[in-house]
């Protein structure tokens, strides 16, 4: 079965630290990847996704993911965070062979930044 | 604001009682997705359901089911509700183009 892996459970930073928040998958044909983000009493919010092309995919709020096929990852990137950017992080994958919108996400990074 | 609305926002049960969430969405999309979100958790996919009918289901079991209604509004109905079913409800529905899934804000269910 696919399976999404998020490394880092818990992230605390200082503002200006830069980011990155590992996400590897599972599963050996085409997949879909997004990167979801949930501020604290908010829905869920799309950051960033890949479907094809240029594997290096810039999203909203100065985020960037970088696919690497032969490393199954798709690792979350952000030179200088802000305070504003505390929240739960989610790398989700969709097999589009499967012919539905089934997203598997991964637990989820907690990211802190303090002033 | 994703344009899918999702109500009650809070909901306590006991154990063993019914339930059922509702999902409304402005997207003119006929697919609606349904997950369980347990605490400290990502999403679990639970089911899918396109054109009123379902169309893909995750690692639920069949006290879990759904309706999906023409003007796009969705249920999720649990019967025999057990502890370990507290979690966050969430409620997607595709983009007009389906390039991306939107997301209700949830409903927390507790079950006592």
């Known amino acids: 079965a696919q399976s999404v892996s998020q490394h880092n459970h818990h992230v605390i930073l200082s503002e200006a630290a830069s980011l990155e928040l590992g996400c590897n998958y599972s599963?050996?044909?085409?997949?879909?990847l997004f990167w979801y983000v949930q501020y604290p009493g908010q829905h869920l919010q799309l950051l960033l996704k890949?479907?094809?092309?240029?594997?290096l995919v810039k999203g909203i709020k100065g985020f960037e993911a970088e696919f690497i096929k032969s490393k199954f990852s798709f690792n979350l990137r952000k030179p200088s965070v802000q305070w504003s950017d505390t929240a739960e992080y989610f790398c989700?994958?969709?097999?589009?062979?499967?012919?539905?919108?089934?997203?598997?996400f991964g637990t989820g990074t907690r990211l802190q930044v303090f002033p | 604001e994703t344009g899918v609305t999702q109500s009650p926002t809070h909901l306590i049960k006991t154990r063993g009682q019914q339930v059922t969430l509702r999902c409304s969405s402005q997207?003119?999309?006929?697919?609606v997705s349904w997950y369980q979100q347990a605490l400290g958790q990502g999403p679990q996919f639970i089911f899918q359901y396109y054109r009123e009918e379902e169309n893909g289901r995750g690692n639920f079991p069949p006290r879990f089911s759904g309706l999906q209604f023409p003007n796009y509004s969705s249920e999720l109905n649990v019967n025999a509700l057990e502890l370990d079913d507290s979690a966050l409800y969430l409620c997607?529905?595709?983009?007009?183009?389906?390039?991306?899934?939107?997301f209700g804000q949830g409903t927390r269910l507790t079950v006592v």
């Open positions: 989700a994958v969709n097999v589009p062979t499967y012919n539905t919108d089934k997203l598997i």
């Open positions: 890949y479907f094809s092309g240029d594997p």
């Open positions: 997607a529905s595709p983009s007009g183009q389906a390039t991306e899934a939107f």
């Open positions: 599963y050996g044909g085409t997949v879909n």
């Open positions: 997207s003119g999309h006929n697919t």
